[in-house]
Every structure is written in structure tokens, then in C-alpha cells.
């Protein structure tokens, strides 16, 4: 594949994840975040399986499809889940924003367990997210939640950043198409088992608009992920991952287009997300130079 294949897998990844955003608000209008994620899970399995079909299975070692099964588990089931209920309760922009904290969390992994060594870009690129983090959270209660619901996007981010050192692992040891199709079918089969053994199966009946926003931001979610993992099997996480982060822009340019009668933006939001979007940026981006 020519170089640039990687940064256009990532920056495509980012739009559909930013997209998905957008249909996955306009589905909570008229249903539930278990229904969604529920219904975002399904058309994952479905399509990326047939991607293995079309393509072959390729090699597959235990321990890559160990990872990619932790990596169904922990962000997949835990990430996602949190972020259907971070998008409800904070809206799509701020939720995209925080959640796009978790190359930080990754970064604070490495440094607290690995002992990477703090460089001069992750300390001003933490200051600049916890500047950006601030200025959502004051803004809380004029956009109609409270700040301790923040808890949610910052949860799902910290999942996602664990996520992505499980997925780099499985790449080790078993191809993108085939690990990520692991990853998602693990996702289902846990969550489904948990509205099964939890007497809720009608969370998994869907119908109208709702229905038809929950699998398209099914397609876009799925197929943005299997871009990141892509590309992140052809080059670094610290030039994939600020790539990727760029998500929460598109979604502020996305937003006043189709969630006009839902969401307002405040030059307090736009402010905020730019400074954490930036932040991601200086720490993965800027810090092993």
C-alpha cells in the first residue's frame, strides 16, 4: 500500500465514527441505549464476518484472538456501551470530545506501568486537555446536565484507551479483518447473555426511524474501527492515533446540520473540544520526538 493509505484509513475511521455519533443521538430520540448498542453489535458481527468471507481467514494465533477477545470485552462492550449512554445524557459533542481522551489514558498507562519517561509535550498537552475538560464541564448546567454525568464519556474513554495496547498486541499475532470480526462477535455474545440472564430480551426489538439510525450508526461505527485497526497495522499509534482523534471535530461540523433541534453549540463547547482535540495531539503525536 502507497504511505499515504494509513493517514486516509484513519482520517475516513475518524469521519465515520463522527457520523455514527450523529445517527446514534438521532436514534436515542426514540429508544434506548441498550436497544442501540445492542443493534450496533449485530450489524458489526454480520458485516465484519462477511469481510472475512471475502477476504479469507488468514493466520490466526491464540494469543492475537486473546487480545482482540479482552479487546470485545473491555472496549467493545464497556466502551461502547458507556458511550451510547455518554452521547444521551451529555450530547453527541461533548461525549465525542471527552471519549476522545483515551490516547491520553493510554499515554498515562504507559508512563504509570511501563515506565515511559514524561516529556515536555505530555505535560503541556495534559495542561491543554484539562483546560479543554474544564471549560466543558462549567458549561454543564447551561446545556442541561450535570457535571458529574461526565463521569460517563471519561469512563468510556479510559476503556477505549486500554482497548487500544490490546488491539496493537493482537495485531501481533493475527490479522485486522479476522481480529476485528473477534472483537465485536466477543462484544454480542457477552452483552446478549447479560440481557438474557437480566430478564431484558425486549431491549433487543427496535423499530422505525430508530431502528434505521441504530444501523446506520452501526455500519459507520464498525467500519470506522476496522479502518483504525487497518491502519494502525501499517504504522505507528502516535501518527494513527492523533489522526483518529480528530473525530469530535467532525462531529462539531456535523452537528449544527443534523442535530439543530437537539444540541446547541456554544463557543464554550467549540472552545473546549479544540483544546482537547489539540491536547490528544501534542501527547501522541508530538511526544516521542
Known amino acids: 500500500m502507497m504511505p499515504q493509505t494509513m493517514h486516509i484509513l484513519a482520517l475516513a475511521g475518524a469521519l465515520c465514527s463522527a457520523a455514527a455519533t450523529i445517527f446514534i443521538r438521532q436514534g436515542l430520540r426514540g429508544s434506548e441505549p441498550y436497544a442501540g448498542f445492542w443493534i450496533n453489535l449485530v450489524v458489526g458481527t454480520i458485516g465484519l464476518w462477511a469481510a472475512v468471507i471475502f477476504t479469507g481467514l488468514g493466520h490466526v494465533s491464540t494469543r492475537g484472538a486473546l487480545f482482540f477477545v479482552l479487546a470485545g470485552l473491555i472496549g467493545t462492550v464497556g466502551g461502547r456501551l458507556l458511550r451510547f449512554f455518554a452521547i444521551e445524557k451529555v450530547g453527541a459533542s461533548i461525549a465525542a470530545a471527552l471519549i476522545n481522551l483515551n490516547p491520553f489514558v493510554a499515554s498515562a498507562l504507559a508512563i504509570a506501568l511501563l515506565g515511559e519517561r514524561i516529556t515536555l509535550p505530555i505535560?503541556?498537552?495534559?495542561?491543554?486537555?484539562?483546560?479543554?475538560?474544564?471549560?466543558?464541564?462549567?458549561?454543564?448546567?447551561?446545556?442541561?446536565?450535570?457535571?458529574?454525568?461526565?463521569?460517563?464519556?471519561?469512563?468510556?474513554?479510559?476503556?477505549?484507551?486500554?482497548?487500544?495496547?490490546?488491539?496493537?498486541?493482537?495485531?501481533?499475532?493475527?490479522?485486522?479483518?479476522?481480529?476485528?470480526?473477534?472483537?465485536?462477535?466477543?462484544?454480542?455474545?457477552?452483552?446478549?447473555?447479560?440481557?438474557?440472564?437480566?430478564?431484558?430480551?425486549?431491549?433487543?426489538?427496535?423499530?422505525?426511524?430508530?431502528?434505521?439510525?441504530?444501523?446506520?450508526?452501526?455500519?459507520?461505527?464498525?467500519?470506522?474501527?476496522?479502518?483504525?485497526?487497518?491502519?494502525?497495522?501499517?504504522?505507528?499509534?502516535?501518527?494513527?492515533?492523533?489522526?483518529?482523534?480528530?473525530?469530535?471535530?467532525?462531529?462539531?461540523?456535523?452537528?449544527?446540520?443534523?442535530?439543530?433541534?437537539?444540541?446547541?453549540?456554544?463557543?464554550?463547547?467549540i472552545l473546549g473540544t479544540l483544546l482537547i482535540v489539540l491536547g490528544v495531539y501534542l501527547i501522541t503525536a508530538l511526544s516521542g520526538r
Not at 180 to 204: D, K, Q
Not at 209 to 218: D, W
Not at 239 to 261: E, H, K, N
Open 123 to 269: 505535560v503541556v498537552g495534559t495542561v491543554v486537555i484539562v483546560a479543554g475538560t474544564t471549560l466543558l464541564s462549567i458549561g454543564g448546567k447551561r446545556l442541561g446536565f450535570r457535571s458529574g454525568q461526565l463521569a460517563l464519556p471519561l469512563l468510556s474513554a479510559v476503556c477505549f484507551g486500554v482497548v487500544a495496547v490490546l488491539r496493537k498486541l493482537g495485531l501481533s499475532g493475527t490479522g485486522a479483518v479476522v481480529g476485528s470480526a473477534i472483537n465485536v462477535t466477543t462484544a454480542l455474545v457477552a452483552f446478549t447473555a447479560f440481557l438474557l440472564a437480566s430478564g431484558r430480551p425486549e431491549v433487543m426489538v427496535c423499530r422505525g426511524r430508530s431502528l434505521a439510525h441504530f444501523t446506520a450508526a452501526g455500519l459507520l461505527e464498525n467500519a470506522g474501527v476496522f479502518m483504525n485497526v487497518v491502519a494502525l497495522s501499517l504504522g505507528t499509534v502516535s501518527i494513527v492515533a492523533p489522526l483518529y482523534g480528530t473525530a469530535p471535530i467532525f462531529v462539531l461540523f456535523l452537528a449544527p446540520f443534523f442535530l439543530r433541534d437537539v444540541e446547541t453549540l456554544s463557543g464554550r463547547v
